[in-house]
């Protein structure tokens, strides 16, 4: 029987950040950007991201999504509230889904304190960010083709899509693409990361050839090896990250130039699949 072309009709964008609803940066135009495009093309999408404490609730219309919180997600034995808001992006007719909780980003900012120390507990938010998004996806029994991921706090995506959640009907088909950028951090995940991260019978083993403390380089090296395919979005990006990719035989687009960009993904999305 002739198998069947798959097409990404359907792809979920996981975004560190987005404009309007925190400053620009190369992430977050794109996170505004390249969904809006790809919608325009014809496919359906879906948008999440965090809800930093800086993200103003009042002004940006955020909106709690009652029939998709109240879900609990157990990290480091700990009982964290997963609770989902939604705003509207009118001029593009988006929605964005924001990812939030009490602990890990009510009145706190995106990635460093007002001081510019980066969080203790940014490896735990990463962790949450991850499966917040994907039980989320999950209960709303939508299938996306390709999920892709920008900024380092959705870099646990791959992992999970292709260990923990590989039997749910949401990701069965789901192919993961990764977006590198400049945007790393400096200090590690403190030892006990890797452990932390484990979830529903997923096993150490996942974890070979990554070592701890986890730098940023060694949390891109485990988005490499679990993703389908990579997008070069940064023009200082470890040479050593290429090469991993490169080993692992992974297909690495890239950087596409900015009028070319939304057509040059929507382009590497239908050869991954």
């Known amino acids: ?23 620009e940066s ?22 999440f991201t965090p809800r930093w404490g800086t993200i103003n ?16 997600l157990i990290i480091d034995d700990t009982d964290h509230p997963l609770i989902i808001k939604v705003a509207s992006l009118q001029a593009a007719r988006m929605q964005v889904y924001f990812i939030d909780n009490d602990d ?9 304190d007002e001081n510019g120390k980066e969080y203790s507990d940014n490896d735990e938010r990463a962790i949450f960010f991850a499966r917040g998004v994907l039980e989320t996806v999950k209960k709303t029994n939508w ?16 992992l999970y899509v ?8 949401s990701f069965r088909s789901s192919k993961v693409v990764i977006s590198l950028y400049d ?11 890797l452990q932390k991260t484990l979830h529903r019978g997923m096993d150490i083993e996942l974890f070979d050839g990554i070592k701890e403390p986890t730098s940023y380089e060694e949390l891109a090296k485990l988005a490499i090896k679990f993703c389908d395919g990579i997008i070069i979005n940064g023009d200082n990006i470890s040479p050593a990250l290429i090469d991993y990719a490169k080993s692992l035989g992974k297909p690495i687009l ?20």
């Open 57 to 72: 609730i009042r002004r940006n219309q955020l909106h709690e999504v009652q029939r998709l919180s109240g879900m609990n």
């Open 26 to 47: 190369t992430i977050a135009n794109i996170g505004r950007s390249l969904p809006q495009a790809t919608q325009d093309s014809g496919k359906e999408i879906r948008v």
């Open 254 to 273: 890239p950087k596409p130039a900015d009028d070319e960009y939304a057509e040059a993904c929507n382009n590497f999305y239908e050869t991954i699949i």
């Open 183 to 193: 945007d790393n951090f400096n200090d590690t995940f403190p030892a006990g990361f």
């Open 1 to 23: 029987k002739e198998r069947k072309m798959m097409k990404a009709n359907k792809v979920l964008f996981i975004t560190q950040e987005i404009t309007p609803f925190v400053p």
């Open 104 to 112: 890990y980003f009510q009145n706190r900012r995106m990635t460093t």
């Open 162 to 169: 292709k260990s923990a959640y590989k039997e749910e009907p």
């Open 143 to 158: 299938c996306p083709e390709i999920i892709h991921c920008h900024g380092w706090i959705t870099a646990l995506t791959p």
